[in-house]
């Protein structure tokens, strides 16, 4: 049996061989006692620029849940802020607990003070279950903060934006599925109506795609199909339906062993991160199957597009969405690469994103 110290060397070991095996630069952990604050800041690369990425709160069942996922989200932050072209490295922010309860002024001050001590290699924005309120608070102890109100220069609420872009990605895999872009009649589950699935649905409906929703939230789908029209299914019976298109765009590992072998669909796109459980394993199950895969990292980049605009100064909400736009191009293109090296989308995607990492870093080398 393991004493004390031995154990905490385990850990330790344990913590750093996911830090490594990642190539994460530095992940902080934030604790304040007086306001029940427990946090982990993920920088993962910081080559283009400054890590940007929002804050996500959530009642995670444990602490390594959380650590792994903060992990896992910073480094799909770099892999889109690469991508999509952007001048900004990949981070991420979690806060450990129960959103409904904890958020107060303080808390969210406190958290903006850990932001602050790192001195701008870490910008925030919104993630799950936080919003521009929030923003508000964090930016009352730091000034690496965006995604402020629209009324304090910032870009507002990012969900319009980061639909778009889901909406431009699904419609260029169209286009490699199914020959042309246009989502008439399509069958397309979306899986989650939160701001950005609903955003989606507008967009599908607008288009006469035949839309089938799900969500933990029976508030949400009552309005989103009450608003939109859409057919309520429930949360496993999605996966089994007969459907062009499965959208995911509420949390992450929804494409997993059990899943895959139940969808009944063409292709994947939605605005959920990190959607292959096992991002080698499923990518090939779903290349095998037949199944094409917008890469999550690329579609759902409107978001940080939106941020990046705001960061930049003098936001402008157009511009943003010209960026959007752009996502259309690029997910053809990996699609087609994808195609002719016979590999997964995401992991054509990954390379394109870490050869233009590559290539900046030696532009920024000594001469």
């Not at 630069?25 to 910081?46: M, R, S, W, Y």
């Not at 792994?68 to 770099?78: A, E, I, K, N, Q």
């Amino acid at each position: 049996m393991m004493d004390i110290k031995e154990m905490e060397k385990a850990e330790g070991g344990f913590l750093f061989s996911e830090i490594s095996e990642l190539g994460h630069e530095q992940v902080v952990f934030c604790h304040d006692e007086p306001t029940g604050l427990k946090a982990i800041i993920g920088i993962h690369n910081t080559v283009l620029g400054p890590a940007l990425g929002g804050t996500r709160m959530w009642n995670y069942e444990s602490e390594q849940e959380a650590f792994t996922d903060v992990l896992r989200l910073s480094r799909g932050m770099t892999y889109k802020a690469a991508i999509t072209g952007l001048n900004l490295g990949g981070g991420k922010a979690v806060i450990i607990g129960d959103a409904t309860k904890m958020k107060t002024e303080a808390f969210l001050r406190r958290f903006g003070k850990f932001v602050e001590n790192l001195n701008g290699k870490y910008i925030t924005a919104e993630d799950v279950n936080m919003k521009t309120r929030d923003m508000e608070y964090i930016a009352m102890e730091t000034k690496h903060v965006t995604g402020l109100p629209e009324s304090r220069g910032g870009g507002g609420d990012p969900s319009p934006v980061t639909a778009y872009g889901v909406y431009m990605g699904m419609k260029a895999t169209a286009k490699k599925v199914f020959g042309k872009d246009s989502l008439t009649g399509k069958k397309v589950a979306v899986q989650g109506v939160g701001q950005v699935g609903m955003y989606l649905v507008e967009h599908l409906t607008k288009e006469n795609a035949e839309v089938y929703i799900t969500d933990i939230s029976e508030e949400k789908l009552k309005m989103v199909s009450d608003k939109f029209g859409a057919k309520v299914v429930g949360m496993e019976e999605i996966f089994d339906l007969d459907m062009d298109i499965y959208a995911p765009c509420a949390l992450g590992a929804t494409l997993n062993d059990k899943n895959i072998g139940r969808l009944k669909c063409q292709m994947v796109a939605g605005a959920a991160n990190n959607q292959l459980a096992n991002e080698v394993k499923h990518g090939h199950m779903l290349m095998d199957k037949g199944i094409a895969y917008a890469p999550d990292f690329l579609i759902n980049a409107g978001g940080l597009i939106n941020v990046y605009e705001e960061f930049l100064g003098n936001y402008n909400r157009e511009s943003a969405y010209r960026q959007a736009e752009n996502i259309y191009s690029t997910c053809l293109n990996i699609l087609n690469v994808a195609e002719s090296k016979k590999i997964p989308s995401q992991e054509a995607a990954i390379h394109l994103a870490e050869k233009r990492i590559a290539d900046i870093g030696k532009v920024k080398l000594p001469r």
